[in-house]
């Protein structure tokens, strides 16, 4: 089904078929005894190219929206299956995958779709920042393999001078490479710096380019709550946990008034 409805894509290029194609190829990612299994074999191999083909194919004659985002995801996910394959045990796939991906960009022809699959970029790496914050404060995971953490920073460090020579806006996505590193202090408070202050940065950053603000804002908001919740839920009581929150998010809200009032920011 996946494959018919490629098919019929690239004849007619209705995007039907293109919502037809995502739905029939998402079942391979969650279908049981598919990828994931403890032994890979040869079927779950071969399932594995055929899908990278076929969504780097589709990435790159479409060139149209949604199927840009439909094939990037396919991508994406292709990369998380990729460590579920070879048993990878740790947990900064998301990171590899997402990083692995940036080349894909300069695929897109248009430079107003290349932006909007960049967003998809910083959402990908914008929620994976929360999540890794979450976690760890939050249960006792095991800690990276040290050869892997330094060498995800390192990679990272390599991105981000070609990123800042080339794309200066996906830069923030490179902060997750020192996820790793940031892993081995058990009360997180390295890793919610990291965060809150790429937060910050991005909301600058866009607010200084007259961009529109408030997916950073979005972004901002929700990491100020993750840090709260993270570090005041078991020592404020109920009645002043919630009263500080309302302030917080009060004060955030004159945050973005004055910065829509101060330049006059696209909403």
Do not use: C
Request: proline share 2%.
């Amino acid at each position: 089904m996946f494959v018919a409805a490629l098919v019929h894509y690239m004849l007619w290029r209705h995007e039907a078929y293109g919502v037809v194609a995502f739905l029939s190829g998402w079942t391979i990612f969650t279908s049981l005894g598919g990828f994931g299994q403890e032994q890979a074999s040869y079927l779950d191999w071969t399932s594995f190219g055929l899908m990278v083909v076929l969504s780097f194919s589709w990435f790159y004659f479409s060139q149209r929206l949604p199927s840009l985002l439909f094939s990037w995801l396919f991508l994406f996910f292709s990369g998380l299956s990729l460590f579920l394959l070879v048993s990878y045990d740790g947990f900064l796939w998301p990171v590899w995958s997402l990083f692995l991906l940036v080349p894909v960009l300069w695929l897109v022809r248009e430079e107003s779709n290349r932006r909007i699959v960049e967003m998809v970029y910083l959402v990908v790496a914008a929620i994976s920042s929360i999540v890794y914050l979450s976690v760890r404060a939050e249960s006792n995971a095991a800690l990276p393999s040290m050869t892997e953490a330094i060498l995800l920073a390192i990679v990272s460090i390599g991105l981000g001078i070609f990123l800042y020579q080339k794309r200066h806006s996906l830069l923030f996505i490179v902060p997750l490479g020192f996820v790793g590193v940031l892993w081995l202090d058990e009360q997180a408070i390295l890793l919610a710096i990291l965060v809150e202050l790429s937060a910050l940065l991005y909301l600058l950053y866009q607010e200084r380019r007259h961009a529109i603000i408030w997916p950073a804002f979005l972004y901002f908001i929700l990491v100020q709550l993750a840090i709260y919740v993270i570090y005041a839920w078991d020592r404020l009581n109920m009645s002043l946990f919630f009263l500080i929150g309302a302030l917080l998010i009060f004060l955030l809200s004159g945050v973005l008034w004055w910065l829509r009032r101060r330049g006059g920011v696209a909403s």
